[in-house]
């Protein structure tokens, strides 16, 4: 789950026409980075979620890793961005619902926010309270 960092900012500054065009830009870059199999969507407002099928943890964060660093290099309509990003990884266990996938994804995002932003953060799924 991956997140831009303080992106009201952007809309309460430029404006949401350029927020918009942000959006898409960001969008566009995350498609064009991501293997045939993978998906990625917007989730709502400034958040995009990105499912890597048969991806290893260390290889889905240093996918996530390698996503933020381009979206920090984007600057959509000039305008420097940086985006936090959550990771986990649940090949090794069953999982009944996306719901909770999405749930500690985005506990991970938090994480990455809640310690610096413009970062990468995992938690296993197995652990997920961390």
């Given at each position: ?15 949401h026409a350029v927020g918009d065009r942000v959006l898409n830009q960001v969008?566009?870059?995350?498609k064009e980075n991501c293997r045939e199999n993978d998906i990625a969507v ?16 260390g290889h889905a964060e240093n996918k996530a890793e390698y996503l933020r ?62």
């Amino acid at each position: 789950m991956l997140d831009l960092d303080h992106f009201k900012n952007i809309n309460d500054t430029h404006g949401h026409a350029v927020g918009d065009r942000v959006l898409n830009q960001v969008g566009e870059l995350i498609k064009e980075n991501c293997r045939e199999n993978d998906i990625a969507v917007r989730f709502g407002g400034e958040e995009f979620v990105c499912l890597f099928p048969n991806c290893e943890k260390g290889h889905a964060e240093n996918k996530a890793e390698y996503l933020r660093k381009k979206i920090q290099s984007l600057t959509p309509e000039g305008i420097a961005i940086t985006a936090s990003v959550g990771v986990t990884c649940i090949k090794d266990y069953d999982v009944s619902s996306l719901d909770t996938v999405l749930e500690i994804a985005d506990k991970a995002l938090y994480k990455a926010k809640n310690t610096g932003r413009n970062k990468v953060c995992s938690i296993d799924f197995s652990n997920s309270t961390n």
